[in-house]
């Protein structure tokens, strides 16, 4: 899709589990949920969400969030392709989640977003919302798959899209998730 319709911009929030932080980041929410005070987090994260994945930097971003950005930019070659990112940890065990915004520089439509996921190993399109269709931590839980829903044109510009993202943190890194979905979307836009 990049070379199709050009990338200008990207936005990812990532909502990820409490096993990506490891041991003590899964005993925090075990024994938060029973009112322990956490040891691994600076907050509890039973029945809450912190905005704070590795360190804060002086520009504000986390460590995580800077990651995120450097590593698009190196999978797609384009060292000024404006990216940001949000990570939160989230009260779940296993299953790390993300919601992309790409905006492109031409049109394209909600069709052409969902026959190159379709059309690529690995990713699971789930995507019927009228029944409630959609990917959950729970649905990638022990699977290798990307699970990929709510897509959708983003009317706020001229041509952008949504998607929801869902993957076993313990088999796919989030960053590696988010930057393989738009490097299969600019893939099979270059098949097209």
């Not at 690995?122 to 290798?144: C, F, H, Q, S, W």
Request: charged share 25%; hydrophobic share 40%.
């Amino acid at each position: 899709l990049k070379d199709r319709f050009g990338i200008k911009r990207i936005v990812y929030s990532t909502y990820q589990a409490v096993s990506g932080a490891g041991v003590a980041g899964f005993n925090d929410l075990k024994d938060g949920i029973n009112g322990v005070p956490p040891k691994k987090f600076p907050h509890p994260i039973a029945f809450n969400m912190l905005p704070h994945i590795d360190v804060f930097m002086d520009d504000g971003y986390t460590k995580e969030e800077w990651k995120m950005i450097v590593e698009t930019r190196k999978i797609l070659h384009d060292s000024s392709l404006r990216i940001t990112a949000t990570t939160v940890r989230v009260p779940v065990f296993y299953g790390h989640s993300e919601s992309i915004n790409v905006e492109f520089v031409q049109k394209c439509t909600r069709d052409d977003v969902v026959n190159a996921l379709e059309n690529f190993d690995g990713i699971v399109v789930m995507d019927d919302t009228k029944n409630n269709v959609y990917p959950t931590p729970l649905d990638a839980e022990n699977r290798d798959e990307v699970f990929v829903g709510r897509i959708r044109l983003d009317d706020s510009v001229e041509s952008g899209a949504n998607l929801w993202v869902v993957a076993d943190n313990i088999r796919k890194g989030a960053a590696t998730n988010a930057v393989q979905i738009v490097e299969l979307l600019i893939k099979n836009a270059m098949e097209a």
